[in-house]
């Protein structure tokens, strides 16, 4: 009789161990485990994003070497004013040189430092001012210093191209405004740069039959250097004819006129 009873017991309790293996395939379907959560599930849209994304970062690059990646400026972009340097940098202590040069000198130069050093990549972003008489083709230069002996380490070129902001010029004038025939009424306003001896601009307005003004300003440098410099010429009530303004330096030798630029002018109502 025990024996029954034992037998009984045993086929219960076999039977309940099989239903509560069920249970728990059903609750953690495709596993071989009875506990919520341990599934090791991969998401392939995750690691699709993150490969997109990582491409299209590599397509916004526009130039890079093994150290350098760079978002702006495009080669051989007009830039004016100032030039925009951002990307990437993968150096020594995050240290990046820059030199900024026409061919013949070194306009700027310094260093900036990345968000992160080598091995990773940085990110850093170095602004340059253009100096006024910077005009045509130049060059940014990026490299990393070598701590060992201080060579220049993966060089990194960018050209660009210096808009001109000069409507017209010489030896001794680099004019802004006005460019030659602009329509002018009431005034005449000439601002721009002049190489001349001690500052002294001399200058004169005429119509082709009459010197209608003339007189002399200063810049704020004399030569060698450049200096700034602004003439305001008040017109008469007379309108509609062609004038010119004209530039000159007088000689300190003989009092002769050096260096004259004339700037055309139409005066209009």
């Known amino acids: 009789m025990k024996k029954k009873v034992l037998a009984i017991l ?18 953690n379907p495709g596993t071989g485990t009875n506990e919520p959560g341990t599934e090791d599930i991969s998401n392939p849209s995750e690691d699709q994003n993150e490969q997109e994304e990582q491409q299209e970062q590599q397509e916004r690059f526009v130039l890079e070497n093994e150290a350098f990646r760079i978002y702006e400026p495009v080669p051989h972009a007009e830039v004016e004013g100032h030039i925009v340097v951002r990307g990437l940098a993968r150096v020594f202590e995050g240290t990046i040189q820059y030199e900024f040069e026409d061919g013949h000198f070194i306009l700027d130069k310094g260093f900036t430092t990345a968000t992160e050093g080598a091995p990773g990549w940085g990110e850093f972003e170095i602004v340059i001012e253009i100096d006024k008489l910077t005009t045509g083709s130049a060059t940014v230069i990026l490299y990393e210093e070598s701590a060992k002996d201080g060579s220049r380490l ?31 009424k009431d005034s005449i306003v000439v601002r721009g740069l002049a190489r001349v001896f001690e500052g002294t601009i001399q200058y004169e307005f005429e119509d082709g ?33 062609s004038g010119r303004v004209i530039l000159y330096e007088e000689s300190a030798k003989d009092g002769s006129r050096m260096h004259e630029l004339q700037i055309p002018v139409n005066v209009t109502d």
């Open 10 to 27: 045993m086929i219960i309790m076999m039977s309940l161990a099989v239903l509560s293996g069920c249970d728990s395939d059903m609750v």
């Open 154 to 184: 993966h060089e990194l070129q960018i050209p660009v191209n210096v808009k001109n902001q000069f409507v017209l010029e010489n030896e001794a004038f680099k004019i802004y405004e006005p460019a030659p025939n602009a329509e002018v």
């Open 209 to 241: 039959h009459f010197i209608l003004d003339k007189g002399f300003v200063t810049a704020t440098e004399g030569g060698p250097g450049w200096g700034e410099f602004e003439i305001i010429i008040e017109l008469d009530e007379v309108t509609n004819y």
